[in-house]
């Protein structure tokens, strides 16, 4: 991420309630995993938190209002930012809570995706499902469907508790646009510092996927044509030169499972421009003498 490219926007983010679940009510209260019981409610024209006590013996609560001091340690703990008023405190780690505590579906990371940028249910309603679709391809790269595959498969990986799910969209969202650090500190509330620390990181959570999915086997005995192949230059700041795309970048070698959707593939990165396609399949030219190709070439991984 080059540059100044990752200050935290005044209005909160937007809430990411799904369309389907019920809408919280006045009283909604945020559970922590802190403090014995503890409450924070919004009951109350003046957004005042309640602070309930409860004891093991059922013993009567005494009620008295946090102060921020207290707020900021629940949301410190939800790893949840903590600047903002008491009021702002108090919405924000209820909404974490009312979020983390629903099961997450397609159509829930649907409705998530799109809440960063202004979809909000309303929005979202008037549309058919295939425009909200169209619309988180155009943010994300992806569907839905396979975010949540991604975002499921990082969490059975590493832990549940580790993989955020605003994170993980935030993530996805820079690999697809590319956005500046402060580009994306706009609508995902975070400071560029943070911007920059989270997308590094679970880049290498998702790259580290890899191993688990992208696995050369799979096929059938009767299969006589296993897998489709081809190299795509990806655009970037270096110095190889690629001729085929007219700019620099570097090289990656792609091959498809032919009965299957799957990626059973990838190569790279190479320079770009520094070698043919057929080269990069075969580990060296026509001439090149077997002995000398590379042996991590694709088309030693084939049968004999």
């Known amino acids: 991420m080059a540059g100044s490219r990752l200050r935290v926007p005044s209005s909160p983010v937007p809430r990411t309630v799904p369309p389907s679940s019920d809408r919280p009510s006045?009283?909604?209260?945020?559970?922590?995993?802190?403090?014995?019981?503890?409450?924070?409610?919004?009951?109350?024209?003046?957004?005042?938190?309640?602070?309930?006590?409860?004891?093991?013996?059922?013993?009567?609560?005494?009620?008295?209002?946090?102060?921020?001091?207290?707020?900021?340690?629940?949301?410190?703990?939800?790893?949840?930012?903590?600047?903002?008023?008491?009021?702002?405190?108090?919405?924000?780690?209820?909404?974490?809570?009312?979020?983390?505590?629903?099961?997450?579906?397609?159509?829930?990371?649907?409705?998530?995706?799109?809440?960063?940028?202004?979809?909000?249910?309303?929005?979202?309603?008037?549309?058919?499902?295939?425009?909200?679709?169209?619309?988180?391809?155009?943010?994300?790269?992806?569907?839905?469907?396979?975010?949540?595959?991604?975002?499921?498969?990082?969490?059975?990986?590493?832990?549940?508790?580790?993989?955020?799910?605003?994170?993980?969209?935030?993530?996805?969202?820079?690999?697809?646009?590319?956005k500046t650090e402060t580009q994306l500190s706009g609508p995902w509330g975070f400071c560029e510092d943070h911007v920059r620390a989270k997308c590094k990181e679970y880049a290498k959570l998702i790259q580290s996927l890899k191993e688990d999915k992208i696995v050369f086997d799979g096929f059938e005995e009767d299969e006589i044509h296993w897998i489709t192949v081809d190299t795509v230059n990806f655009l970037a700041q270096a110095k190889w030169y690629d001729p085929k795309s007219h700019s620099s970048g570097l090289k990656y070698e792609f091959a498809m499972s032919i009965r299957r959707p799957n990626l059973v593939w990838m190569r790279g990165p190479l320079p770009a421009g520094e070698m043919h396609d057929g080269t990069m399949y075969r580990g060296g030219t026509k001439k090149t003498p077997m002995k000398d190709r590379d042996r991590n070439a694709l088309y030693f991984m084939l049968p004999k």
């Open 26 to 178: 006045a009283t909604a209260r945020a559970r922590t995993s802190r403090g014995g019981g503890r409450r924070l409610s919004t009951k109350g024209g003046s957004g005042a938190a309640a602070d309930r006590q409860s004891t093991e013996n059922s013993a009567p609560s005494s009620d008295r209002p946090l102060d921020n001091k207290e707020l900021q340690a629940l949301l410190r703990g939800s790893k949840l930012k903590i600047s903002g008023s008491k009021i702002e405190l108090i919405k924000r780690l209820r909404e974490h809570d009312e979020s983390s505590s629903k099961p997450l579906d397609e159509n829930s990371m649907l409705f998530h995706g799109l809440c960063v940028f202004q979809f909000d249910a309303e929005r979202q309603g008037r549309v058919t499902k295939e425009k909200n679709v169209e619309r988180f391809k155009s943010y994300y790269g992806i569907p839905p469907k396979t975010a949540l595959a991604v975002y499921e498969g990082l969490r059975r990986k590493h832990n549940a508790v580790v993989v955020e799910l605003k994170y993980f969209l935030m993530t996805l969202n820079w690999i697809k646009l590319y």
